[in-house]
């Protein structure tokens, strides 16, 4: 099973993973496209097992506004479950991942885009005083789905 709806189910599999490097990231994942594809493979190729934390329809509503997102939860995540990166999926409802990464066993890697400086990243200092890193990765590309979504308008 790659979903999990809450961090208790996620950490029940997390404890059979002793030895291993889990990593985190997290986003919308609203309109799957190659930059958030090479974000996914960056982030597991940082340690064995990846989580996806995804924000649940009503913090994406609070974060990018009325209309968005495009595809309710439950598709976005049966997208990113396709994904041959992706371990395990779970959703939050808060506008960032910190009491999901907090209430998680551990995170050894957090991965978040090249578009945030380190200290503006949630949950570095958590991952960072638990013995946990940070990585950045650099978008080859600038895509954006509300770029892309602000394009299909007009």
């Known amino acids: 099973m790659k979903i999990f709806y809450n961090a208790a189910q996620l950490n029940q ?11 985190f990231t997290n ?10 594809i090479d974000l996914l493979e960056f982030a597991k190729n940082s340690g064995d097992y990846l989580i996806v934390g995804i924000n649940d329809d009503d913090s ?17 995540m049966e997208v990113l479950e396709a994904v041959m990166y992706v371990d395990y999926i779970v959703p939050f409802s808060q506008d960032t991942p910190l009491e999901l990464i907090k209430s998680l066993l551990r995170v050894d890697v957090l991965v978040k885009g090249g578009d945030y400086k380190p200290h503006e990243v949630v949950g570095r200092k958590e991952v960072e005083d638990a013995g946990g890193k940070l990585l950045l990765f650099n978008f080859r590309n600038h895509y954006s789905t509300t770029a892309i979504i602000d394009e299909l308008k007009k």
């Open 13 to 23: 599999e997390l404890q059979k993973l002793e030895g291993k490097k889990i990593v």
């Open 27 to 36: 986003g919308v994942f609203d309109l799957l496209h190659a930059g958030h």
């Open 60 to 76: 994406v509503r609070r974060l990018k506004g009325e209309g968005r997102p495009i595809y309710p939860l439950a598709e976005r």
